[in-house]
């Protein structure tokens, strides 16, 4: 536990049992957008814990509270495989108040690496840039559909694994339907258009898997 700026950091591994559970659930909804930038978010989320409040030994949680509040939350993994920053968020009204910074040089701390692997979605490069470029943190691949389909993840200071995907073939002629329909149909909301598409893809594929996902 931390005082930097009058903000509090706090280590969750440190918590009492009474405020990992309290915590759990703050830290779950501050990141609930997380679930439309990636697939599974919900389930990697419980992954982290090996009970209802415990983590997994080789992952931690910092968190950065003001005024009561939660302002920013690193989640984190190192284990034989990776160093891995898996999440670094700051709250909207919290953020240009080096609460980032922070959090980041709380994160090389953790993990005895000042280089550690981390990713971020394309569209969230502006947000990170700065940042980035003072840690000298060097893009190394662009991985298209990686989290989430027609989406591209920046990947920093390594490389992910390499991951198998496939499309049932009948998926992807109803996809190549679908677009020519749209082209036909004279809209102007693709983003819209291909949202709704990937939604009917998940409701189907609670019934029958056919795209592999995974953190």
């Keep these: 536990m931390k005082f930097i ?28 957008k997380l679930v439309y930038e990636y697939n599974n978010f919900e389930e990697w989320f419980s992954q982290l814990f090996i009970s209802d409040i415990l983590l997994k030994n080789d992952r931690e949680i910092i968190i950065c509270e003001c ?14 495989i990776e160093k891995k920053i898996c999440t670094l968020r700051v709250a909207k009204r919290f953020q240009k108040q080096g609460i980032g910074q922070h959090l980041m040089e709380l994160s090389f701390e953790w993990l005895n690496d000042d280089k ?39 990947v920093y ?15 992807m002629i109803d996809l190549e339907k679908e677009i020519r329909q749209f082209l036909l149909s004279g809209r102007d909301d693709f983003k819209l258009f291909i949202d709704e598409w990937l939604y009917r893809q998940w409701l189907y594929s609670q019934k029958e898997i056919n795209i592999i996902t995974g953190y």
């Design 5 to 32: 700026n009058n903000k509090l950091y706090i280590n969750y591994s440190e918590l009492s049992p009474e405020q990992k559970s309290i915590y759990r659930m703050r830290i779950k909804i501050f990141l609930k």
């Design 67 to 80: 005024d009561y509040q939660l302002a920013g939350v690193a989640i984190l993994k190192n284990d034989d």
């Design 116 to 154: 550690p692997l981390i990713t971020i979605h394309n569209s969230k490069k502006h947000e990170f840039n700065k940042l980035f470029k003072r840690y000298n943190f060097e893009l190394e691949e662009k991985k298209w559909g990686y989290y989430r389909l027609f989406r591209t993840e920046l």
């Design 157 to 171: 200071n390594g490389s992910l694994p390499e991951k198998n995907f496939f499309f049932n073939r009948m998926e």
